[in-house]
């Protein structure tokens, strides 16, 4: 999709720019311009003046920020299906726009930073979750209360100190998974009645705040069987590469499944919700949530 738009951006670009420099070149040369044509007169004005905006345009989504929408409900609560957020492409580094091969690098990603990137077994598509692992990382994460905690790679064994998601006490969220539909959210306030509560088909999720390396944000989880084991999975995360976990974490589809995130993949930093609808997956939005417009945690 990325690499339509910037295609369709070219082409819009070289032939606005074509007709300038002709128009240019003919003007200089004190040459007549047959205006038989009104209509086509204005439609070559039309194209000569949108040179300059698509250029812009280009140099502004390729290399500065970008725009991307919110399919899903893998990244709640801090991200809704709906919500429009700009991502900074400088933040990893400087990719030229078709092939995104790498001009330059300016940062590496850290624990906590929310990144959109290309998912790994299909390059046409884009992903958005949190960072939770980078490269040498050996993560231990607890499948049955979903805990996480980090052995770091240390050039210096001795002052290597071990990284711990810490976690607030859990509480109701106000987010209910309708059972017969995983990814249907509602307002527990608005939504619940009566009979699916007697047929327990609705489930309310529990919510609390995270914090790594100073970095704090809010998570979702459904309740847990305190019965069963506790289920240590562990994961070494390769060179130049990423461990990436939804905010939601029991309904995401992430690192945990499908591996680690190469550097190459990765498109931006998202920073910034511009603009929020009122939507579920697969449904046409009812209004606006201009609550939500701000800095993403």
């Given at each position: 999709m990325d690499y339509n738009i910037s295609v369709i951006l070219l082409t819009i670009i070289f032939i606005s720019g074509s007709t300038w420099i002709i128009d240019s070149i003919k003007k200089k040369n004190n040459k007549k311009i047959i205006k038989n044509n009104?209509?086509?007169?204005k439609i070559k004005k039309n194209v000569i003046s949108m040179f300059p905006v698509f250029i812009l345009i280009f140099i502004f989504r390729s290399f500065v920020f970008e725009p991307f929408r919110i399919p899903s409900e893998s990244m709640m609560p801090t991200l809704f299906v709906g919500d429009f957020i700009l991502v900074k492409k400088f933040s990893y580094g400087i990719k030229e726009p078709i092939f995104q091969k790498t001009i330059f690098k300016t940062n590496l990603p850290k624990?906590?930073?929310?990144?959109v990137f290309k998912y790994p077994k299909n390059n046409k598509i884009n992903y958005i979750k949190r960072v939770i692992g980078i490269p040498g990382d050996k993560i231990f994460y607890n499948s049955q209360n979903s805990k996480i905690f980090i052995f770091p790679k240390c050039k210096n064994k001795i002052n290597c100190k071990t990284i711990y998601f810490n976690r607030?006490?859990?509480k109701?969220?106000?987010f209910v998974e309708i059972r017969n539909n995983f990814k249907n959210y509602k307002n527990k306030k608005n939504q619940i009645n009566k009979k699916e509560k007697k047929n327990k088909s609705c489930l309310i999720l529990k919510i609390a705040r995270e914090t790594v390396n100073n970095k704090?944000?809010?998570?979702?989880?459904?309740k847990k069987d305190k019965k069963k084991i506790n289920k240590i999975k562990i994961w070494t995360v390769p060179e130049k590469k990423y461990f990436m976990i939804g905010d939601n974490r029991d309904n995401s589809y992430d690192s945990r499944y499908w591996g680690y995130v190469p550097e190459k993949n990765l498109i931006g930093k998202a920073v910034y919700i511009w603009m929020s609808f009122k939507k579920e997956v697969n449904k046409w939005p009812t209004g606006f949530r201009l609550s939500r417009i701000g800095k993403i945690e």
């Open positions: 009104t209509y086509l007169e624990r906590g930073d929310v990144v607030s006490k859990l109701n969220s106000k704090s944000y809010s998570i979702l989880f459904k």
